[in-house]
């Protein structure tokens, strides 16, 4: 049981170039949540999916699309980096539907990129 | 909207002292309180939590009770050790899911 993982651990983008992170979990989760974490400013939500099929934007999402492939997996793509974008990546996952006003998060490793 | 205030850091403490850091927020509706905690380079991980006024949560020596008349979270432990050094984040959440985070509050524990 891994629980979420994401990859890569380690990006380093030059202006103006593409990525996708990818991120999964094994636990069955409803939800899942792409997040960046900058010094200073705490956890900031990019995208979140309530469920398999929906994305919504969350508090940052300008510069990001997402992905929810299936069940198991949400991708975060950066269509054209820019340095604003140099962050710590977390995706999470939390098990409760859509309403549910308590949910516990189960967050991933983490993906560091940075924007030259 | 939904906001939560933690005292700023870093804390540096000897190992065995007390430790307390503050958490209030606003919300509007009940919201479940949580404290999380990240190890050096890991992703966050549920330490404790509390779902309504009164509760108090508790996990690995540290605790926190939800106070509705002051709208705060504090967490506390009695006796920290050098294996908690760590960056501790103070959430709540209420509806649709959407989890909002204090801004962390580093822990230094020294021997």
């Known amino acids: 049981n891994a629980g979420v993982t994401q990859t890569p651990k380690f990006q380093v983008l030059k202006t103006g170039q593409s990525m996708t992170l990818q991120c999964a979990q094994d636990m069955n989760h409803n939800s899942m949540y792409w997040y960046r974490q900058d010094p200073g400013m705490g956890l900031r939500l990019i995208y979140y999916?309530?469920?398999?099929?929906?994305?919504d934007k969350g508090e940052v999402p300008n510069g990001y699309n997402v992905s929810r492939l299936n069940k198991r997996e949400f991708s975060l793509r950066l269509e054209s980096a820019a340095p604003s974008q140099t962050s710590v990546y977390f995706c999470?996952?939390?098990?409760?539907?859509?309403?549910?006003?308590?949910?516990?998060?189960?967050f991933g490793p983490g993906t560091r990129l940075t924007v030259l | 909207g939904n906001s939560v205030t933690q005292m700023e850091g870093p804390v540096t403490l000897s190992e065995e002292a007390f430790l307390t850091i503050n958490c209030t927020y606003t919300?509007?509706?009940?919201?479940?309180l949580f404290w999380y905690v990240q190890y050096p380079g890991e992703g966050l991980q549920l330490l404790l939590k509390a779902t309504k006024a009164d509760d108090k949560g508790s996990n690995k020596g540290f605790e926190a009770t939800y106070r509705k008349e002051t709208t705060s979270f504090h967490l506390e432990k009695g006796s920290v050790q050098v294996s908690d050094s760590a960056v501790y984040f103070c959430a709540l959440g209420g509806g649709y899911q959407k989890v909002t985070f204090g801004t962390g509050t580093k822990l230094q524990v020294i021997p």
């Open positions: 999916s309530a469920s398999e099929g929906t994305t």
């Open positions: 919300a509007t509706g009940y919201p479940s």
């Open positions: 999470a996952s939390s098990e409760r539907g859509w309403g549910e006003s308590y949910n516990e998060q189960f």
